[in-house]
Nanobody, 122 residues
Framework: QVHVVESGGDSAQAGGSLRLSCSAS????????MGWFRQAPGKERDGVVS???????RYADSVKGRFTIAKDPAKNSLDLIMNNLTPEDTGMYYC????????????????WGQGTQVTDSS
C-alpha cells in the first residue's frame, strides 16, 4: 500500500510561481511511476504531468514550458514547479502513484493523495 500526501498549495497572482510537493510512503518510492493532476471547480480531473521510474516525462500541452517536476527518490518526493501561472491553473492539485508508464489518465493510477489547493489571487 502506498500513502500519498501533497503540500504547498497557496494563492498566487498571474505570472507568479508556486512549488507543490508530494511525498509517498509505504513502498519503495522510486519504484513507482508518479503524476500530478488538477481539478477545477465543476470540471473533470485532468493530467498535468507524469514521470516514469526512469525519468521519462509526459506533460499536458497546457503546461509545457511553464511547469516542470523534480523527483528525489532519496527523499521520497516529487515536486511540481509551476511558473508563469494563469487563472486557468486554479484548482485542486492531486499527486498520484502507481502508473505502469507515464500517463495523463486518472485510470492509470491506483494511489492518490487528498489534494492541495491552488488559487488565483489576481
Amino acid at each position: 500500500q502506498v500513502h500519498v500526501v501533497e503540500s504547498g498549495g497557496d494563492s498566487a497572482q498571474a505570472g507568479g510561481s508556486l512549488r507543490l510537493s508530494c511525498s509517498a510512503s509505504g513502498e519503495q518510492f522510486g519504484r513507482y511511476c508518479m503524476g500530478w493532476f488538477r481539478q477545477a471547480p465543476g470540471k473533470e480531473r485532468d493530467g498535468v504531468v507524469s514521470v516514469s521510474t526512469y525519468g521519462l516525462t509526459r506533460y499536458a500541452d497546457s503546461v509545457k514550458g511553464r511547469f516542470t517536476i523534480a523527483k528525489d527518490p532519496a527523499k521520497n518526493s516529487l515536486d511540481l514547479i509551476m511558473n508563469n501561472l494563469t487563472p486557468e491553473d486554479t484548482g485542486m492539485y492531486y499527486c498520484a502513484a502507481g502508473c505502469g508508464i507515464p500517463s495523463l489518465e486518472t485510470t492509470a493510477f491506483p494511489y492518490w493523495g487528498q489534494g492541495t489547493q491552488v488559487t488565483d489571487s489576481s
